[in-house]
């Protein structure tokens, strides 16, 4: 099977696909709108699959990023969109996708990679194993707060607030390192709401984003800002119906701390299935910022931490937090 690069009409059947075999039944929004930067084609070149004469059988995609880490600023590969004609399957051409893919990944020493899947069994043999954590806030019981502190106020998010915004995103301690535009192409993706906490000259002091199109539709994907003016956007969010939950990153705990004695209920999962790619390049990297190594470089969970059976976090060497709007 020979594994190609996509022609511009290839690329639209691969969305078209895509469009087709992941999108959840009734969805209002397209694959390549909800996932906007891994789908664009601007990264056509980390775009490619297998054809079946003219026709696109199957395809992967990819989104390399830097992401700043407990070890300092590390790239690491989102996969999604892995897709398969169904009259296609079960001739291999998925393991020989992601086979290519994480060879080029490789070759391109990038030492990390994340998917999201509801079929784990496809990945497991490739080394991708469920890692790392996030914590998801139910904020139904969450107790109203005093509102927001004297001169401050809330609006709506607008497309002219973007680069304030961005801003307030590159506070968090561990963070997806967002190229120019990423922002305001994330914070505009169609199904997506967004509320803004503004002071003094109607200055962008805090926010909040609900949904990713159809994925995360009753969910608060980002918030950005001092918690003191947050929490009362997120109550605001729920009481207008916008999201019941919250997703909340590895390194920003506090916030999901705050809900709960506000009567809000949590629950820790792992944040992805990963897998090492370059574990003597990560060692470096570990080594570098003057952290331990694990025993088992090629374990996922050894290096980032896992959720225990209690739903207790395990914490690893290394850790990455992963933000809705990042997933692929």
Same mark, same amino acid.
């Given at each position: !099977? ?53 026709? #696109?059988?199957?395809?992967? &995609? ?76 139910? !904020?139904?019981?969450?107790?109203? *707060? ?9 609006? *709506?998010?607008?497309? /002219? ?30 199904? *997506? ?26 969910? #608060? ?9 947050? #929490?009362?956007?997120?109550? /605001? ?5 916008? &999201? ?35 574990? /003597?390049?990560?060692?470096?990297? !570990? ?42």
């Amino acid at each position: !099977m020979e594994i190609i690069s996509f022609s511009p009409k290839q690329f639209s059947e691969f969305l078209a696909l895509v469009d087709d075999q992941i999108r959840p039944p009734g969805s209002s929004t397209h694959a390549w709108e909800d996932f906007p930067l891994i789908l664009g084609r601007e990264n056509s070149s980390m775009i490619f699959g297998i054809c079946e004469g003219e026709s #696109v059988a199957a395809g992967i &995609a990819c989104l390399v990023r830097q992401f700043q880490t407990s070890c300092g600023p590390i790239p690491v590969a989102g996969i999604g969109s892995v897709v398969t004609r169904p009259e296609s399957r079960g001739l291999g051409y998925s393991r020989a996708l992601q086979n290519a893919l994480i060879e080029r990944l490789a070759s391109a020493n990038v030492p990390l990679a994340v998917l999201w899947t509801d079929q784990p069994e496809f990945y497991i043999s490739r080394g991708f194993v469920p890692a790392g954590w996030e914590f998801h806030v139910d !904020m139904i019981g969450v107790r109203p *707060t005093d509102g927001f502190p004297d001169g401050f106020s809330f609006r *709506t998010f607008n497309p /002219e607030d973007s680069a304030g915004v961005a801003a307030l995103y590159d506070h968090h301690p561990y963070r997806t390192i967002r190229p120019p535009g990423d922002d305001a192409c994330l914070y505009t993706m169609p199904g *997506t709401k967004g509320l803004v906490a503004t002071g003094k000259g109607d200055k962008v002091v805090a926010a909040v984003f609900c949904g990713k199109g159809a994925d995360f539709k009753d969910y #608060v994907t980002e918030w950005d800002g001092p918690l003191g003016l947050v #929490v009362p956007l997120l109550i /605001e969010c729920r009481n207008r119906g916008w &999201a019941r939950h919250l997703l909340v990153p590895a390194g920003a705990e506090g916030l999901a701390e705050q809900l709960v004695r506000l009567g809000g209920t949590v629950a820790a999962q792992p944040s992805g299935h990963w897998l090492i790619i370059q574990p /003597e390049k990560l060692s470096r990297y !570990m080594q570098g910022a003057g952290h331990g190594i694990p025993q088992d470089r090629n374990d996922p969970v050894a290096l980032l931490g896992s959720v225990g059976s209690d739903g207790i976090v395990i914490p690893g060497a290394l850790t990455v937090a992963v933000w809705g709007f990042d997933s692929v």
